[in-house]
């Protein structure tokens, strides 16, 4: 994609009009959560999935189905209980009869993971077998059933909520399916002038909702826009470091993570630092990615990646804590160089 000064700012207004129309649609059913919400688009236009954490009734579920709302999407939702099977995501092959000849054949009859904004409802209830089924359509966006490769209909987005405190009856979420969530979110009460607002609205008849302001087409567009914008090497060295530093013993490791990290960040923890950095950029009005697009990434993007040692459990100690040890410990090289 070769642009001239002008095309570049054209497609970067655009991009920033959907943004903002996207954040007044969802705020009409969705009270606070603003930085949420960002963070859910900025991975939607990263091509990335959310895993969503927080207690019951903060309105994680709500949440996902507005955002299927305003992004005129196809919406299916998998509660995921312990009785859940792989079949019962994916799809599976059954024997269906001609009426008028009584040949029988196989018929692949599709999953709910044939959507294209998949809730995954308390993911974590599922187990580990059912859990599986996730990974290759979250990798590849495709799935593969009686040996036949299926592709997924794009844009393709999975939003999996997850109980914090309720852990009986669960199954925590293997490394390898943590990884492929592009950011995981914590999502938190709501204040005093915030649950006024939910009151007003939930329990005097008004009944809000949120308008189409985006279709496939445009998303898919905007994904690709995101891919061009510039990532100066001493930036891109940043996200890199970062990354590095959460490594137990590395060259860049800091003292917290030698400490209390068993294993560090993979790299797509470093993939999801750019993309996003870059989505960042263009809602500053910039073409390039900067220090602190970076930066303000890093938790999201990171903390679900770090697995502590039985030191840092033992300690209470939150990947929160270590990742913000590694942002004041990592110096941003040729800062001077870059544009803020």
């Not at 309105?59 to 189905?65: C, E, F, H, I, N």
């Not at 008028?100 to 599709?110: D, H, I, M, S, V």
């Not at 844009?155 to 592009?182: H, K, S």
């Amino acid at each position: 994609m070769v642009m001239n000064e002008k095309e570049v700012e054209a497609q970067c207004r655009q991009f920033r009009e959907m943004f903002e129309s996207l954040r007044r649609e969802v705020g009409k059913v969705i009270v606070g959560h603003q930085e949420t919400v960002d963070n859910v688009l900025i991975s939607l236009f990263s091509g990335g999935h959310v895993l969503l954490e927080g207690v019951p009734g903060l309105g994680k579920t709500l949440l996902v189905r507005t955002l299927s709302s305003a992004f005129s999407l196809e919406f299916r939702r998998i509660q995921f209980t312990p009785d859940l099977m792989p079949a019962d995501i994916v799809g599976t092959n059954i024997v269906m009869e001609d009426q008028a000849t009584g040949r029988r054949e196989f018929q692949f009859q599709k999953g709910p993971i044939f959507g294209q904004i998949i809730l995954a409802d308390e993911i974590n209830r599922a187990t580990p077998k059912t859990q599986s089924a996730m990974l290759e359509a979250m990798q590849e966006h495709s799935v593969t059933s009686g040996g036949q490769v299926r592709k997924l209909q794009e844009p393709f987005m999975v939003l999996a909520t997850q109980n914090p405190i309720e852990q009986e009856g669960t199954y925590p979420l293997p490394e390898a399916q943590l990884d492929r969530f592009f950011f995981k979110l914590l999502v938190g009460y709501s204040n005093r002038e915030q649950l006024k607002t939910i009151l007003d609205r939930t329990t005097t008849g008004q009944d809000p909702r949120a308008e189409s302001v985006a279709d496939a087409e445009k998303i898919l567009w905007a994904q690709r826009l995101v891919k061009h914008v510039v990532v100066a090497e001493h930036v891109q060295d940043y996200a890199i470091r970062l990354v590095l530093a959460t490594h137990p013993e590395g060259e860049f490791a800091t003292e917290m993570v030698n400490r209390f990290v068993r294993f560090g960040s993979s790299p797509r923890g470093v993939q999801a630092l750019a993309l996003a950095g870059k989505v960042r950029a263009m809602l500053n009005e910039r073409y390039h990615v900067s220090f602190d697009d970076i930066s303000q990434s890093v938790l999201p993007a990171l903390r679900h990646r770090l697995l502590l040692n039985f030191e840092g459990q033992a300690e209470g100690m939150s990947t929160d804590g270590v990742l913000k040890d590694v942002i004041a410990n990592v110096p941003r090289a040729a800062e001077q160089k870059a544009v803020s």
